[in-house]
């Protein structure tokens, strides 16, 4: 049984490791980010969460699947475990508040695994953000540099649609 037959909301360190091991590469339900994705500290706090939120809804408006935030990869294929998130820095409920406040409508059945890591990672965490394969068209709300809302669709075919009915 591959770790990819296992719902993501239940990987562990194990089945991240598998994913290294067998060189799965990044598909349409599958991405992977490096740690620095959500903890660059060279990047404004705001341009991380709207990056997170563009990342998740674009996953939303597509296939689903899971971002796992935590693994290296070149080439589209994981190679290593990052050093992994400090729980008490970058947190679950962070996490849950960035799309909740960013993602409209609610994605109903997302859901955030924090993945404990071990040995020199010991008291760290990767991220496992499942997203279900959703019917609706989901929408990230980002403030930009002055301050306005602005509405960024990720689903450009949607967008077409709406145009040519309009």
């Known amino acids: 049984m591959s770790v990819l037959d296992e719902p993501s909301a239940q ?3 194990e089945d991240l490791v598998a994913l290294i091991d067998g060189s799965v590469e990044e598909s349409l339900q599958l991405e992977y980010k490096r740690c620095a994705a959500l903890a660059d500290p060279s ?3 705001d341009d991380i969460c709207n990056e997170f939120s563009k990342d ?3 996953f939303a408006n597509s296939a689903g699947g ?5 693994i290296i990869e070149t080439g589209h294929k994981p190679t290593a475990l990052d050093d992994g998130f400090d ?3 970058i ?11 960013r993602v409209h409508p609610k994605i109903d059945g997302l859901v955030i695994n924090p993945v404990k890591l071990s040995g020199t990672r010991h008291g760290k965490a990767a991220y496992v953000i499942s997203i279900p394969l959703s ?3 989901f929408r990230n709300s980002a403030m930009d540099s002055v301050g306005s809302l602005q509405r ?11 145009r040519a009915r309009a």
């Open 152 to 162: 960024f669709s990720l689903n450009r075919q949607n967008d077409a649609l709406d």
């Open 87 to 89: 729980p008490a820095v």
């Open 11 to 13: 990987w562990n360190e």
């Open 56 to 58: 998740v809804s674009s």
């Open 66 to 70: 899971a971002l796992v935030y935590g």
């Open 91 to 101: 947190k679950k409920e962070w996490l849950e508040d960035v799309i909740q406040g």
């Open 43 to 45: 990047k404004a706090r």
């Open 135 to 137: 019917r609706g068209r």
